[in-house]
Nanobody, 123 residues
Framework: QVQLVESGGGLVQAGGSLRLSCAAS????????IGWFRQAPGKEREFVAA????????DYADSVKGRFTISRDNDKITMYLQINSLKPEDTARYYC????????????????WGQGTQVTVSS
């Protein structure tokens, strides 16, 4: 069965960095576009970043553009989200998701998703 497992979250001071990983199993990752989403308590889930199957096309939410970097390693069946210059407003649970073929900003269009990893940024 398909599984996506996020890791790398934690507590970090504002201005710090984290690298989130998402290990996939049960699928050929190169067939899927990858998205990262986040959700804070009481808030709706929001798009963070996406990357196409071949890694050529990337898309970032305005709030993270210039600070976050999405990447993937299809051989390791793993995707990453490098997050720099963290702000308290980045505090949320971060989810990776896989969508067959083309990427999207819409959570509902993704086929698989993980359980998330918590990122907490202190000021």
């Amino acid at each position: 069965q398909v599984q996506l497992v996020e890791s790398g979250g934690g507590l970090v001071q504002a201005g710090g960095s984290l690298r989130l990983s998402c290990a996939a199993s049960g699928l050929i990752l190169s067939n899927y576009g990858i998205g990262w989403f986040r959700q804070a308590p009481g808030k709706e889930r929001e798009f963070v970043a996406a990357i196409s199957r071949n890694g050529v096309n990337v898309d970032y939410a305005d709030s993270v553009k210039g600070r976050f970097t999405i990447s993937r390693d299809n051989d390791k069946i793993t995707m990453y989200l490098q997050i720099n210059s963290l702000k308290p407003e980045d505090t949320a649970r971060y989810y990776c998701a896989a969508k067959y073929f083309f990427v999207s900003r819409r959570w509902s269009e993704y086929n698989y998703w993980g359980q998330g990893t918590q990122v907490t940024v202190s000021s």
